[in-house]
């Protein structure tokens, strides 16, 4: 569990970030519908699956869906008054940590909306058809997502800390 120290205007706040509960659902798919992002595949049940929270409210999400030593990194959303105070660097943190100790070697995602956000963490962007197989075979990649989204790849190593 991961805790960060954020700040809001000049009002300190705190996120933590947790494991994904069946409760988290309803909430969460709230989230992404509200941000524009595919909700196929995401169900009450996940074991890669990451919220925050912050005063018993669920602020943010991530997920990885692990396919052998590559993954997905799918979901990534922060409510939207919650935007830039650090909770999605918090998130995708802890997702890295979680990918490394499921023996994760790259990850990939797509993404419409955050090309410039995720560079920081050692994402740099790929044709898709570079994007291994198995991702390319992913609910995500094969529809969820429009044509139009970018693919990026962060391999094992390469950004363990934010880069700013
Ligand atoms: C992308 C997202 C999860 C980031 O969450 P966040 O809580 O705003 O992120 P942080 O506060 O940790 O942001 C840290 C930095 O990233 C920047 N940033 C955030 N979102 C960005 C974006 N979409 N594009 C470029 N930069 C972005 C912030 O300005 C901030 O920059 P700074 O540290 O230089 O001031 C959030 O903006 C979001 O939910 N966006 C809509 C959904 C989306 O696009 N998800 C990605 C799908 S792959």
Not at 28 to 57: I, K, M, Q
Not at 119 to 125: D, H, I, S, Y
Request: hydrophobic share 40%; aromatic share 6%.
């Amino acid at each position: 569990m991961r805790h960060g120290s954020l700040r809001q205007g000049q009002q300190a706040v705190t996120a933590t970030v947790r494991p994904w509960r069946p409760g988290d659902f309803a909430g969460v798919v709230r989230l992404l519908e509200e941000a524009g992002l595919p909700t196929a595949g995401v169900e009450p049940s996940l074991p890669n699956y990451l919220v925050a929270e912050e005063d018993g409210n669920v602020v943010g999400a991530i997920g990885l869906e692990v396919y052998g030593d590559s993954a997905l990194l799918r979901s990534a959303v922060v409510e939207g008054r919650r935007r830039g105070s650090g909770v999605g660097g918090t998130l995708v943190a802890s997702l890295l940590e979680l990918a490394d100790a499921r023996g994760v070697r790259e990850i990939y995602l797509l993404t419409t909306t955050a090309e410039h956000f995720f560079p920081r963490f050692g994402f740099a962007r790929v044709d898709r058809d570079d994007v291994a197989p198995a991702v390319q075979a992913s609910e995500e990649f094969r529809g969820a997502c429009p044509d139009s989204a970018i693919a990026m790849r962060r391999a094992t190593g390469a950004g363990e800390r934010p880069t700013h």
